[in-house]
Nanobody, 126 residues
């Protein structure tokens, strides 16, 4: 079991930056893969980025590549998402997710994550 609590959301103007954090607790096995997802009003939840928590390997959605950085702080047991050059289309509820992994692999697909946080709202105004 893993417990996830997001923080750091808020309102920012286009071009600005925000840093999201996800406090992680629970067994290490269940957080082999960790990711950030988002859901805008009226849209399906989509993947933003994922990381293999033990190795630090990352992967990003094309829409955020070059602007967002996913990282982990093992000492603090947190997962972070640094969001730069924010656009109005980045407005969404952002969720932290975790999973033990599938055969040693981590994916950017929502269906492959077992544990979810409650989300934190990010609003970008143009």
């Amino acid at each position: 079991q893993v417990q996830l609590v997001e923080s750091g959301g808020g309102s920012v103007q286009a071009g600005g930056s925000l840093r999201l954090s996800c406090a992680v607790s629970g067994d290490t096995y269940s957080r082999y893969c960790m990711g950030w997802f988002r859901q805008a009003p009226g849209k399906e939840r989509e993947a933003v980025a994922r990381i293999k928590f033990s190795e630090g390997r990352t992967r990003y959605a094309d829409s955020v590549k070059g602007r967002f950085i996913i990282s982990q702080d093992n000492a603090q047991n947190t997962l972070n998402l640094q969001m730069n050059s924010l656009k109005s289309e980045d407005t969404a509820m952002y969720y932290c997710a975790a999973d033990p992994g599938r055969g040693g692999y981590c994916f950017l697909a929502e269906i492959t994550y077992s544990y979810w946080g409650q989300g934190t709202q990010v609003t970008v105004s143009s």
